[in-house]
């Protein structure tokens, strides 16, 4: 910045090392639970701070995926994410869509309707008695349906289509094309960036629902890699026999980490990507509230 | 369109109620056209309508004694009694007690520290730099509370590494995750750590859309820094802060669900019991849904309320305010 002069140099100095602190106070939780995730189990219990495995081994991540319960909360975890996510992107571009069109009588009670809904939040009670009522308990798609859409991300998509000039939609519709049509090869190919950060937000979302599978979920073989993640790491008291078929050991330390760390790394992963999208500004719709 | 129809309309006897006619006509005409793009809006609408307006509508079992076996048409209607019955749990006192303190810490403590950190942030000189801390500072957003609570679990738990620093030196072990009076602090701690990175996203919007010249005459003025931090950073992002503040606000009797929920057990009700996990107790646990509805009826109704009573006073303030 212009106003920042070299005047300041010690401020900068004294900045720079409150930075650094904050970065290793966000970081390091981090870095010494995959240090311990892959100790062996005499280390990790040997008192000391673990950055890197002095002895670095791979059975605690051996143990847990050999053992099913883990594997299949993962697998459980992934289905969703990823059908959950689709389904979220249709509902989200085709509502878009239809709000964005200048010409359909209704607009604006549709508009209004959605943006209500930002207003209202629905009690958890009532909605899970709607949840209920549909027949969605203990079956994945109460994971998927009931959060699928996100009023924000609706909206900011409708701005998105509405930016894109009118001509080329009306042209297409002269071809002939049909709403299927040009929402499919005009408008989703010109938004693809603000679609993949959306869809990576959705994503990210259901990967981390802790609540909804919780109360939605009694069948332990629906049960994502959140609630597996508290049964073994948060109640380790609680028969986790029950929850991983097969012998369980009383679940140890570097157990509960390599847990940890499996259930975190889809999010790491996918963490470049999603925050590519936060200095284009496509988000800042979504982010407001 | 209209128009040349109703000219071309004007020849007819009545032309007023011809032209009335080719309204509608061209309004079902636009409608027919527009099938396609209902077509497209039904699954939303569908969607919006069964998850947030039928939950909406469904909050009338505020005022019955609802069995899920009888159904909203066929329970019997109580009245008030649900709500009498929520002002009347031995409860309730603590409940709202624990809720308000947890939001009032955060609102003093949580809230300011988003701005401290947009300020140093946007005083960064290296954009580079200031791009990594962001991308840092923003990462425990993404991450979920149960990871979140199993990490700290590891570090601060009884059994953790910062106990095991302690004894190592030969102090003495403390769990501050079961001791009843670290909750609250701990719960805002929490909430500090993974979403004050969060927050400054905002705050550094509203900063880049302050008018760099206002910096320069300042320079030029010879005000320093901290001056400029003063009389033109802080001023230009007031609105949002307010703003924020206000939701906040409006939120108070919101403390999330699952960070207290999967810690509340670790240090018992008493400490920890909020409005959240009560509804989800009365409601999920015990099946008293109207109950439980009638307390989310009125924590929204306050909600509101005081959304409307915070916008006024900052108005009265001289602010821009929510609406």
């Known amino acids: 910045m212009v106003t920042w002069e070299k005047s300041s140099k010690l401020g900068q100095l004294i900045l720079l090392i409150i930075m650094v602190i904050l970065a290793v106070v966000m970081l390091f939780p981090f870095v010494y639970v995959i240090a311990v995730s892959f100790s062996s189990y005499k280390d990790a219990i040997s008192n000391s701070l673990i950055i890197i495995p002095a002895h670095p081994t791979l059975q605690a991540y051996t143990w847990v995926l050999q053992n099913g319960g883990v594997l299949h909360a993962l697998l459980i975890s992934f289905f969703s994410s990823t059908v959950g996510t689709l389904v979220s992107l249709f509902l989200t571009v085709t509502a878009a869509y239809t709000l964005s069109c200048r010409d359909v009588p209704g607009n604006k009670f549709f508009l209004w309707l959605v943006l209500l809904t930002l207003l209202i939040s629905p009690s958890i009670i009532t909605k899970y008695l709607v949840v209920r009522q549909l027949g969605m308990i203990d079956t994945l798609w109460a994971l998927i349906i009931p959060s699928a859409l996100n009023p924000f991300n609706v909206l900011v998509i409708r701005q998105f289509f509405m930016g894109i000039p009118q001509e080329l939609i009306d042209s297409a519709k002269l071809d002939g094309a049909n709403d299927w049509q040009i929402l499919g090869r005009i408008m989703l190919p010109l938004s693809k960036a603000s679609l993949a950060a959306i869809g990576l937000f959705y994503a990210v979302e259901i990967w981390n629902s802790f609540f909804e599978p919780t109360i939605y979920l009694n069948n332990q073989q629906l049960y994502p890699v959140s609630v597996i993640l508290r049964l073994i790491v948060l109640q380790a008291t609680e028969p986790v026999e029950a929850v991983l078929p097969g012998q369980v050991p009383p679940p140890d330390l570097t157990l509960q980490m390599a847990v940890v760390v499996l259930a975190t790394l889809p999010i790491l992963l996918i963490y470049p990507f999603l925050q590519r999208y936060f200095t284009k500004g496509v988000l800042t719709g979504s982010i407001k509230g | ?323």
Not at chain 2, 113 to 133: D, T
Request: charged share 15%; glycine share 10%.
């Open chain 2, 1 to 323: 369109m209209q128009t040349t129809k109703g000219a071309v309309a004007g020849k007819l006897p009545s032309p007023a109620a011809t032209a009335r006619k080719s309204k509608q006509r061209s309004l079902l005409s636009r409608m027919k056209r527009a099938r396609g793009a209902y077509l497209l809006f039904l699954p939303g609408l569908l969607f919006f309508l069964t998850f947030y307006y039928l939950p909406l509508l469904g909050n009338i079992i505020a005022f019955q004694d609802y069995s899920p076996y009888l159904g909203i048409l066929r329970s019997p209607w109580v009245g008030f009694s649900n709500f009498a019955s929520v002002f009347t749990d031995p409860e309730i006192g603590i409940v709202i007690i624990n809720t308000l303190v947890i939001s009032i810490l955060q609102i003093v403590f949580a809230f300011p520290v988003g701005i401290i950190l947009s300020l140093m942030l946007n005083a960064l000189i290296s954009e580079r730099f200031k791009r990594f801390m962001q991308s840092v500072l923003y990462l425990p957003h993404f991450i979920g509370w149960v990871i979140i609570i199993s990490i700290w679990q590891q570090l601060v738990g009884g059994d953790g590494l910062v106990n095991h620093f302690i004894s190592g030196i030969g102090g003495h072990p403390v769990n501050i995750l079961t001791n009843p009076d670290f909750f609250k602090p701990l719960i805002v701690l929490q909430v500090i750590w993974k979403e004050t990175g969060w927050s400054t996203i905002l705050f550094m919007a509203a900063m880049t859309g302050i008018d760099i010249s206002l910096y320069e005459a300042a320079v030029v003025d010879g005000a320093g820094k901290w001056r400029r931090m003063w009389h033109i950073t802080l001023p230009g992002i007031r609105s949002v802060i307010i703003l924020l503040l206000i939701l906040r606000i409006g939120n108070i009797l919101s403390t999330g669900f699952e960070q207290i929920f999967l810690q509340r057990n670790a240090v018992g009700l008493n400490a920890a019991e909020v409005i959240d996990t009560f509804v989800y107790d009365r409601g999920i646990i015990n099946g008293n849904w109207g109950v439980a509805t009638a307390i989310a009826l009125i924590k929204t109704v306050i909600g509101a309320l005081l959304v409307y009573s915070a916008n006024r006073i900052a108005k009265r303030l001289g602010e821009e305010g929510l609406y």
